[in-house]
């Protein structure tokens, strides 16, 4: 009889061990997310639900190495990202944002109906959950644009 208990008592450890660790093993494992991935997370959002979008204000300007002092209109200025590759801003444009490689950020639109899409592609110098900050050289200016996270 003492055999017996003690045979019980090792199958119930047994399958205890294999019950705990068969948990341990088969619990859903989360992907790794690439930088370039995670940059575009912080920019329009995960676009799992409720993320799907990000909007940034701009914060401050600098032209040509120049601090520029924007207006109380020009502080109200915002550009919204969303997940799908779509972008608005305050001024009404609408277009689509690319970003290549964790650095480069580029921005194609249209203005009015019958014009060739325009493309712009930004530095991005920095970006965080509460802060981005784009670089534009062109021939005739340069410009660094820093935005904070609205939402």
């Known amino acids: 009889m003492k055999n017996f208990n003690f045979f019980n008592r090792n199958i119930f450890y047994t399958i205890t061990f294999f019950i705990i660790i068969f948990s341990i093993i088969s619990c859903a494992k989360q992907e790794v997310v690439s930088d370039l991935d995670f940059q575009k997370n912080l920019l329009a959002g995960s676009g799992s639900y409720q993320n799907t979008k990000h909007t940034w204000k701009i914060d401050s300007l600098t032209l040509n190495g120049v601090v520029y002092n924007l207006s109380p209109v020009q502080k109200k200025y915002t550009k919204t990202f969303s ?11 609408v277009g689509t944002w690319e970003m290549p490689t964790t650095t480069e950020l580029t921005l194609t639109y249209k203005l009015g109906l019958t014009t060739s899409p325009i493309k712009n592609k930004y ?6 959950s509460i802060q981005l900050h784009l670089k534009y050289d062109s021939a005739n200016f340069k410009q660094d644009i820093y935005f904070v996270i609205t939402n």
């Open 83 to 93: 997940r799908d590759g779509t972008y608005t801003d305050s001024d009404g444009v």
């Open 123 to 128: 530095q991005l110098v920095d970006i965080s």
